[in-house]
C-alpha cells in the first residue's frame, strides 16, 4: 500500500516519546534531577519548529476536530502569527528557519520570547493537544533547577541529550522522498503552511519503502550520536 508523509507521525510520536521516557529514566539512575511535570508551561512560550510529516498530520487533525475547537484553536494560531510578523524584523530567518546554525536558533528563540506568546494550544497551564504534541516538545527534557526555563532567566536550561532526535529524522526523511532542502515550519505558521501546500499532503509513495528509509535514518543518527559521545569521552 502507500502512505503520505503524514501517515508515518504516529509511529514517530511512539518512537519519540519512548525514547523520551528512555532518557528521562538514564538521568534519573545517574542521580540527575529532571523538574518537568503536569502543569508546568515554562517552556511552552518557546519557538517550537515542526518536521513537514508533523504539519501534515497536525492539519488531518485540526480538520478532524469538532468545528467550534479548530476555530478557537485557528484562531489562537492567527494571533500568535500576525504578532510575530508585526513585530519581526528577521523574516529571512524564519523563512530559512531550518538552515539556521544552532547559535542563531538560540538568537531567535530568545527574541521570540521577549514576545510573550503562549502556545496556541496551551490552555490553564496545560497542552490541549498533549496526545498530538510536536516532537520539538517530546524532546526537551530539563535536567536540574527549573529556574533557568523561566523568561526573565539570563541562561538557558541544561537538557537531556537524545541519542536519536525523532524530529530530525522527520526531517530528513520528507526531504529525501520530496527531493527537497530540509524544511521546518514554526508553530503558530503551521495550520496556514499546510493550507498553502495541501498537494504535497496528498503525495503518497509506497509505505515498506518509507518505513524502511525511516529506519536507516534513525540508525544512521542513532550511530552518529555514539560516535560523538565516544569522541567527547
Known sequence: ???????IVPLARK???????AARQDASEK??????CKGCDSCCSSLIPMSVPEVFRMNEEFMAMPREMSNALLRKC?????????KTHQSDYLKNFARISKSGIGQINKWYGTLGLECPFLENSLCSIYDQRP??????????SPQPCRRESLCRPKVVPMKVSILEALGQLASELEQTEVEAIILPFSVAWAQDNLERAARKWPTVEMVRRFEEI????????????????
Open 1 to 7: 500500500e502507500q502512505a503520505t508523509l503524514g501517515d
Open 218 to 233: 534513525l540508525h544512521d543518527k542513532t550511530g552518529k550520536r555514539e560516535s560523538v559521545l565516544a569522541a567527547s569521552n
Open 15 to 21: 518512537l519519540s516519546s519512548s525514547t523520551a521516557i
Open 78 to 86: 492567527i494571533k500568535a502569527a500576525t504578532r510575530i510578523l508585526e
Open 31 to 36: 542521580g540527575q534531577t529532571v523538574p518537568c
Open 135 to 144: 516532537m520539538a516538545c517530546r524532546e526537551h527534557i530539563v535536567l536540574g
